[in-house]
């Protein structure tokens, strides 16, 4: 794990302004594909993971009622495979509490998954790529000195440069702890799909409460295009103009129809940047 402090010399060759505006954009996906549909009908609800160097992770439950304050319900009657694009294959184990995982394929960068599952007679199957970790080159903070109406305090402006790839979509979620205590909505996003691909990318995020000494620790994952547009789409069901709608929708999974949540492929690396 590598130590960041204060780093004000960096100059990317290019530039590419991404990440959420305020902590109010932020995301966890973990959280956000447990949206209850806006019908009595349960609907299977998944949630699955293939990571670098890690086994495969799934978990299963049903969604309840939209207005219904009901826990979700485990699923442990599935069957549940992970497969990979050159003929390697995995049945996975219900641990219980709906958690499946595989004892014995780990994610490899640069590598396509297919996460199956079969119940009730019907068969649901996703792809997710995964890609290598993405490289940091520095983090940079800065206090601004503005602030949007009705804010405490003025925020801190903190930046990653990341190596811009040419040639491969380079897509992002971010999850940040302060002082040990996690940013309560968990991940920003960041992707280069709308610029064009250079040596150097810029991630923009803008934190309230930041002080200088304090830690931050970000937990930055490489993701593939499709999961970044899944993530962006809940980001806007949460807090965008879906957000008051009176028919909220899901966001499409890539599992198929009849089914909620993704299965996401990542890879990611971890980092400390103590403030100056």
Same mark, same amino acid.
């Given at each position: 794990?590598?130590?960041? !402090? ?41 949630? #699955? ?58 994610? !490899?960068?640069? &590598? ?9 007679? &019907? ?14 080159? #520095? ?55 709308? #610029? ?18 304090? !830690? ?30 009176? !028919? ?7 599992? #198929? ?20």
């Amino acid at each position: 794990m590598k130590i960041f !402090t204060g780093m004000k010399q960096v100059k990317p060759v290019q530039t590419i302004v991404l990440g959420a505006v305020f902590t109010g954009l932020l995301i966890s996906c973990e959280e956000l594909i447990e949206i209850d549909l806006n019908r009595a009908d349960p609907v299977l609800v998944a949630e #699955g993971y293939m990571e670098k160097d890690s086994l495969c992770r799934v978990r299963l439950s049903l969604s309840s009622d939209y207005f219904s304050a009901d826990a979700e319900e485990p699923v442990e009657d599935a069957t549940v495979r992970v497969l990979t694009a050159d003929g390697e294959e995995e049945l996975l184990t219900c641990l219980g509490d709906g958690v499946y995982k595989g004892s014995r394929l780990r994610g !490899t960068p640069d &590598k396509d998954y297919t996460l199956e599952i079969d119940r009730n007679g &019907k068969h649901y199957a996703g792809s997710s790529y995964l890609y290598p970790p993405a490289e940091i080159r #520095g983090i940079f903070s800065e206090e601004l000195a503005f602030a949007p109406p009705r804010a405490e305090g003025l925020p801190r402006m903190v930046i990653l440069f990341l190596t811009d790839h040419p040639g491969r979509p380079d897509n992002y979620l971010l999850k940040v702890m302060h002082n040990q205590v996690p940013v309560d909505l968990g991940y920003f996003l960041a992707t280069d799909m709308y #610029g064009e691909n250079g040596s150097s990318l810029e991630m923009s995020l803008f934190l309230f409460g930041t002080e200088v000494g304090d !830690t931050l620790e970000l937990r930055l994952y490489s993701i593939d295009q499709k999961s970044y547009v899944y993530c962006s789409q809940l980001n806007e069901t949460l807090y965008g103009r879906m957000a008051t709608s009176a !028919t909220p929708y899901n966001p499409a999974s890539n599992l #198929g129809e009849g089914i909620m949540g993704y299965f996401m492929a990542r890879s990611r690396i971890d980092t400390v940047f103590i403030v100056e």
